[in-house]
């Protein structure tokens, strides 16, 4: 109610007469019933003493076949092998997210999530609220010098690391010599998958050139296919052969458009083959399902640990798909090749860099 | 050189024609007095019809109907609540927009148990005469093109797809309705002299509706583009193109024609930023492009933009303004 308050008011200052406000504020709260509606909260059933677990999903919440069912299979996953109870939160788009994390903070949670880099700023305040609670937010973004509250973990993901190996198989499968790369918007999170694919690529093929677009630089650039199948049709039109995105949605118009024309996509986050089975070389996977269980798993054995959590090859938190669907592409040699730079990375002998 | 040039132009066409086909509705409601900042809902509203049309019947005509259908549902909505209601216009787009939204990304879970995308469909197969000329390559997913029309490739499929031909026949339709007949007289007048209009027995509140209507049809046959040439519904896929269509109607002056020629323009400048290596031209500055030459087109500084008189004023019969 706080926030239809807050919008009325709001409204009453547009409108111009008594009637028109009315009207005005009866759309309005219709809207945001419509709104809270499809941004649904929901409770696991308690069944005797078990670990309650709060969770806040990103903007498209369950069913997005990607970053948030990822996060919600690591929760089930918990349910099942830990014996926790849990309650999760779908904020709609707008700024509702403190408030739901507050909401769990405030509640019985132990642990509470936040699934999504968007939650960075918003988790450190109620952290700092809540000293007794424990949290976790995925795609934490770190700033040199920022002091982590001791009751909140930062997961992070190295995908540059997993996206040097996507990077090397497209120069190694390409047979024009020229790659793309298509991301969202255009933000350091981004860039690391960028910076990460573009070293992969040169470290094959030296004389490859890689082409590079964004999509945006609002938050609509991760939704945005037409765009993302004319970028990607611009690429193929300056001699693409394979294009990898990073960009949500906007990525499925990227399939699209190599589908259109018979060239290669690179998947991002999950395995995203089924899109386009004919035309998908590989996706960069990133095991998000994996970090919200661990942090869950640590939360109740009583180990968790403040600070920032960084995953890449060597703890499996980002990786590339290989299978018998992608293996027409990714040769015997290749695979070889490819797994020697995986060596490199783990070992320590190479370093990618997260930034252009 | 030439392939690629005629790849230039045709990816110029496509980005242009939702924008184009949405400034057009944009100026059937505007040149009535209603302004609509729903056409961003409207948009969203018409590729999710037309997704979910295409998917339930099998037919992207059938698809392009229920999405069309779906505009005006939005459209009706609008004309309810400013000319019925006679509410402020500004707010009731806002809040369709946000409806739309939410609406939309509601179905997409109830009927396809997904909060990101629909299923894929396969939507109207290119002319067989493209093929003729291309070679394969007419087919999605067939070799490269060999034909002697190959390089005209891009051209030739925009040619070919039936709602191309349909958009641009409509808006030639729009602009001969707009200024050539009487219907258009009488819309022109609700924009510019309601009591006129009054004056002269004919319902104000109707031809503003009519108005309204019409840009349901045109912004859910934007939305239907978007659907179409994507193959599928996205969640908020319409992507602010309603916000750069209402740039492209002022800056056309409230004229389909010239609206179009300015969504051409926005599409070059688009295409543009997509084909020069990242960096040249910052992505910002493409971004506030349209925006831009609209303060222009409005500060009178390319030619003079003024809108019709009484844009945004609900008509009241009692005041007779």
Redesign the interface.
């Known amino acids: 109610m706080v926030r239809g308050g807050r919008v009325s008011g709001w409204a009453t200052g547009w409108a111009t007469g008594w009637r028109t406000g009315w009207v005005a504020c009866a759309a309005v709260f219709l809207v945001i019933g419509v709104l809270t509606g499809g941004g649904c909260t929901k409770k696991e059933a308690a069944k005797g003493d078990t670990y309650p677990v709060g969770l806040v999903f990103d903007v498209g919440g369950i069913g997005d076949k990607s970053f948030n069912d990822a996060a919600y299979a690591g929760l089930l996953r918990a349910r099942d092998q830990l014996g926790i109870r849990f309650e999760y939160f779908e904020p709609g788009e707008g700024t509702d997210r403190e408030a739901a994390l507050r909401l769990l903070a405030s509640g019985s949670s132990k642990i509470i999530l936040g699934v999504g880099f968007l939650f960075t700023d918003d988790i450190e305040t109620v952290a700092r609220e809540y000293p007794e609670k424990l949290f976790a937010c995925v795609d934490y973004t770190w700033t040199e010098g920022k002091q982590v509250p001791a009751n909140l973990v930062g997961l992070k993901f190295r995908e540059e690391e997993g996206s040097f190996l996507v990077g090397a198989i497209a120069g190694l499968v390409s047979q024009s010599g020229t790659v793309g790369f298509v991301g969202g918007m255009d933000i350091p999170l981004i860039h690391k998958f960028e910076a990460g694919y573009h070293a992969g690529v040169l470290s094959v093929r030296p004389d490859a050139k890689v082409i590079i677009s964004y999509a945006g630089v609002t938050g609509d650039a991760f939704k945005n296919p037409a765009k993302g199948k004319e970028l990607a049709l611009a690429q193929i039109d300056a001699g693409a052969d394979v294009i990898f995105h990073a960009s949500g949605s906007t990525g499925l118009g990227v399939f699209e458009a190599v589908r259109a024309r018979n060239k290669l996509a690179i998947g991002v986050d999950s395995d995203q083959s089924a899109v386009a089975p004919d035309h998908c070389l590989t996706s960069m996977v990133k095991q998000v399902d994996v970090a919200v269980f661990d942090a869950i798993s640590r939360a109740r054995d009583g180990t968790f640990a403040g600070g920032i959590l960084s995953e890449g090859l060597k703890e499996g938190g980002v990786d590339y798909v290989f299978n018998e669907g992608n293996a027409r592409w990714i040769t015997p040699p290749i695979r070889a090749r490819v797994e020697a730079l995986r060596k490199e990375i783990v070992e320590g002998r190479v370093t990618v860099s997260s930034g252009r | 050189m030439i ?2 040039a005629t ?2 132009v045709a ?1 110029v066409l ?2 242009s024609v ?1 924008y184009a086909l949405a400034a057009t509705g944009g100026a059937f409601s505007e040149r009535g007095g209603v302004i609509n900042i729903g056409l961003e809902g409207i948009i969203l509203a018409g590729a999710f019809g037309t997704a979910a049309g295409t998917l339930a019947t099998g037919s992207p005509w059938l698809g392009v109907l229920f999405g069309v259908g779906a505009g005006i549902l939005i459209a009706a909505l609008h004309a309810a ?1 400013t000319v019925g ?4 216009q ?3 787009g806002l ?1 369709l927009n ?2 739309v ?3 939309t ?2 179905l997409l ?1 109830l009927l396809y ?5 629909s299923p ?1 469909f396969e939507g109207f197969a290119p002319l067989a005469y493209v093929a003729r000329f291309t070679g394969d390559a007419a087919v ?5 093109a060999t034909g002697p029309g190959a390089p005209f490739e891009g051209l030739l499929l925009l040619v070919g797809h039936p709602l191309f031909l349909l958009g641009a026949g409509g808006i030639i339709l729009a602009q001969v309705l707009l200024f050539g007949t009487g219907f258009g007289l009488s819309l022109r007048a609700a924009g510019d002299g309601p009591r006129a209009l009054d004056g002269a027995g004919i319902s104000v509140s109707r031809v503003r509706a009519a108005g309204v209507l019409l840009s349901g049809v045109f912004g859910g046959a934007a939305g239907a583009w ?1 659907a179409l ?4 519904f ?4 319409s ?2 193109r309603g916000y750069i269509a209402l740039a492209a109607m002022i800056v056309g002056k409230w004229r389909p024609l010239a609206g179009a020629t300015a969504c051409l323009l926005f599409g070059a400048a ?2 543009l930023q ?2 020069v ?2 960096g040249v031209i910052p ?2 500055f493409l ?1 506030m492009l349209p925006y831009v030459v609209t303060i222009l087109a409005l500060a009178g500084w390319i030619g003079r933009s003024t809108a019709p008189a009484r844009l945004g004023e609900p008509y009241d019969r009692e005041e007779g303004r």
């Open positions: 392939g690629l790849a230039f990816q496509r980005i939702p609540i209601a006679k509410a402020d500004i707010l009731s809040a946000l409806l939204l939410g609406g990304r509601g879970r148990d997904s909060s990101s995308n894929r999605p997913g067939g070799a490269a978007l040439e994507q193959h599928m996205t969640d908020g896929m992507g602010g688009e295409a997509m084909r290596p990242s992505t910002q971004q």
